[in-house]
Each structure stands twice: as structure tokens, then as C-alpha cells.
């Protein structure tokens, strides 16, 4: 079992950074694949990016790549979503997830452990 809390969202205005926090429970964190989500109000949730548990580069959604970066600590149970020039449309909550899926997975279902989510908010 995985217990994630994400913290760190919060109000920015456009070309503003944030920086999200998703700390883990349990001693079983880096068998875990990682990977960022969000969902806009009247939207589906969609993948951000992932990042493996065998490292190796981490993988992202073309509407953020070179914006943001996911990164892992294994040593303190936590993955990071650094998000830098927001737009408007990065207004979503955030959720972090946990797979043990060995090969990429940008889907929601194939996550089984979800955090609470953290709302972001960019101002134009």
C-alpha cells in the first residue's frame, strides 16, 4: 500500500514557476513508477509526465515538454513536478500516482495509487 500527498500548488501568474510535491508512505517507493496528472474543470484527466523507477529519461506530455521537469528522491519518498513558464491552461489540480508498471504508462487507469490533489492556478 502507497499513500501519496501532493503539496505545492497554489496562484501564479502566466510565465510563473511552481514547484509540486508528491511525498510517499511505505518502503516500497522506488519499485513504483511515477507520474504527474491533471484535470481541468470539465476535462478529462490527462498525463503531465512520468518518471521510471529504473531511471532512464523521464517522459512528458507535448503540452509541457521543455516546461516542465519530473524528478524523484528515493531517499526521502518523493517525486517533484518543477513547472516553469505557466500559461493559463496549466490551471488544473495536480495529482501524483504510482505504478508498478515496468513499461511507460500515460493512461490513469493503468495508476493504482492516487494522491488528494493540488489545485494550480495561473492568472493571465
Not at 76 to 95: F, I, R
Request: net charge positive; charged share 15%.
Amino acid at each position: 500500500q502507497v499513500q501519496l500527498v501532493e503539496s505545492g500548488g497554489g496562484l501564479v501568474q502566466a510565465g510563473g514557476s511552481l514547484r509540486l510535491s508528491c511525498a510517499a508512505s511505505g518502503r516500497t517507493f522506488n519499485n513504483y513508477a511515477m507520474g504527474w496528472f491533471r484535470q481541468a474543470p470539465g476535462k478529462e484527466r490527462e498525463f503531465v509526465a512520468r518518471d521510471s523507477q529504473y531511471g532512464g529519461t523521464p517522459n512528458y506530455a507535448d503540452s509541457v515538454k521543455g516546461r516542465f521537469t519530473i524528478s524523484r528522491d528515493n531517499a526521502k519518498n518523493t517525486v517533484y513536478l518543477q513547472m516553469n513558464s505557466l500559461k493559463p491552461e496549466d490551471t488544473a489540480v495536480y495529482y501524483c500516482a504510482a505504478t508498478g508498471r515496468h513499461a511507460i504508462a500515460v493512461v490513469p487507469s493503468l495508476y493504482i495509487y492516487w494522491g488528494q490533489g493540488t489545485q494550480v492556478t495561473v492568472s493571465s
